[in-house]
């Protein structure tokens, strides 16, 4: 009888085992030649050299299924176990192709208006693109589930998400707190838009092992990102200095996203926004897209959107 042992990366293991083992005793049913025996993340098998073959390759079905849907139940356990591959390349054919991410508990994340899906189109055609509009437009969140689906589909090694803390000037010393607790504040809305899609432990171990990077812009100087799905965020707030350097971090095999609302500067009244500049100077470029959103895409309370529609008066006036 041959042994072999299987190590389970990147997932929690007790997620993907089920409640009491779950997992494992369905697929001692399927699999009633072979011994399963799992610790920890490792699963131990035992039989002939051919079923263990099968085993593995259904298991790595069902392992993909897990990374991409963030969940694993007995339907669908029993679908993978019984189909013969082709079949789940037809129903993955038939999935609905708006949708982005499967996030966490299996939440559907996908454009929810039509210049998100435009964001989405153009993000296919070019390395670099503008996404522009007020608060509540799912800019920033549109973008971070664009990364962790080219993350997921191993288009990308590498997220990394950026912006100006600019409340401080970006000289962050005289906080209180080590340097990630003096950050965290200023990248709140990021971790969550990754707190939706990458279940917790997972999001973690990306964190720690650089996959996923987050950081003021300042620690950007000096870097080539390539490999990367890279966006900067609140870009309004970025100086003349500040945006060159960030476009000219651009890397091989790198996807750039830039975030930001004109209509809320918070600069010294005499600096002028990086980010107006950039999208005048860069609007001819082929393979740099501007996509421009309103009070039309807003997706939070139904208030916010009057409430832009109601500022946007005053300052018309």
């Known amino acids: 009888m041959n042994e072999r042992v299987i190590e389970l990366t990147e997932i929690n293991p007790n997620d993907f085992f089920g409640a009491q083992n779950s997992t494992i005793s369905l697929l001692k049913t399927y699999f009633p030649k072979i011994k399963i025996v799992a610790r920890g993340n490792k699963l131990k098998i035992y039989g002939d050299p051919e079923n263990l073959d099968e085993f593995e390759k259904r298991l790595d079905r069902l392992v993909k299924y897990f990374n991409k849907y963030n969940k694993l139940d007995e339907n669908s356990i029993e679908r993978i176990l019984t189909s013969n591959g082709k079949e789940e390349e037809e129903r993955k054919l038939g999935d609905k192709e708006d949708i982005l991410v499967h996030g966490v508990s299996g939440k559907l994340i996908k454009p929810q208006t039509a210049n998100q899906r435009k964001i989405v189109n153009l993000m296919s055609k070019n390395d670099l693109l503008f996404a522009v509009g007020p608060a509540g437009t799912g800019k920033t969140y549109t973008a971070v589930a664009l990364a962790v689906k080219a993350l997921k589909e191993k288009d990308v090694r590498r997220i990394i998400l ?61 870097r080539t990102l390539d490999n990367a799905f890279v966006i900067l965020d609140e870009a309004q707030n970025t100086t003349h200095a500040q945006m060159k350097m960030f476009l000219t971090r651009m890397g091989k095999h790198a996807k750039f996203v830039i975030t ?58």
């Open 162 to 222: 950026t912006r100006p803390a600019v409340e401080s000037g970006e000289n962050l010393g005289f906080l209180p707190g080590d340097l990630k607790e003096k950050l965290d504040p200023y990248m709140q809305p990021l971790y969550d838009a990754l707190r939706d899609m990458i279940p917790s432990e997972k999001l973690q171990a990306y964190i720690e092992n650089g996959t996923i990077q987050i950081a003021p812009l300042a620690f950007m100087r000096g």
């Open 260 to 317: 930001g609302d004109p209509g809320q500067i918070d600069l010294p009244r005499k600096q002028v926004s990086g980010l107006k500049e950039s999208l005048l100077a860069l609007k001819s470029i082929d393979g740099i897209a501007q996509v421009y959103l309103d009070d039309k895409d807003v997706v939070r309370h139904r208030l916010v959107k009057k409430i832009i529609k109601a500022y946007k008066s005053i300052e018309t006036e």
